[in-house]
């Protein structure tokens, strides 16, 4: 079972910038496509972005292009969210999700192995 590690959440202002974080101590991610998903309250986790073993990217959600990137550092064995024009829409738990395959599979939950505990984004004035 991986340990998957998020941080970066809180609460933040619309218009704002934050930067999520997503680790597994002890376990290399280079190779492995890394999916954000978010929640929110009374609704479905949809998928957000999805970066590949070898960086490309995918976006899931449309309402986050331009605004949403997603970045994997190997030297740190990090994968990065960086959210910008936060909107209070944006407003959900964030998950951090390891796929085993190489490339992205799609905004399918099930094709993702395991999940962080999630970290909370609040967008708000």
């Known amino acids: 079972q991986l340990q998957i590690v998020e941080s970066g959440g809180g609460l933040v202002q619309p218009g704002g910038s934050l930067r999520l974080s997503c680790a597994v101590p002890?376990?290399?991610?280079?190779?492995?496509?890394i999916g954000w998903f978010r929640q929110a309250p009374g609704k479905e986790r949809e998928g957000v972005l999805c970066?590949?073993?070898?960086?490309?990217?995918?976006i899931y959600a449309d309402s986050v292009k331009g605004r949403f990137t997603i970045f994997r550092d190997n030297a740190k064995n990090t994968v990065y969210l960086q959210m910008n024009s936060l909107q209070p829409e944006d407003t959900a738990v964030y998950y951090c999700?390891?796929?085993?395959?190489?490339?992205?599979?799609?905004?399918?939950?099930?094709?993702?192995?395991?999940w962080g505990q999630g970290t909370q984004v609040t967008v708000s004035s």
């Open positions: 970066v590949g073993g070898s960086g490309d990217t995918t």
């Open positions: 002890g376990f290399s991610l280079a190779n492995y496509a």
């Open positions: 999700a390891v796929d085993l395959g190489f490339y992205c599979s799609g905004p399918v939950m099930y094709e993702y192995e395991y």
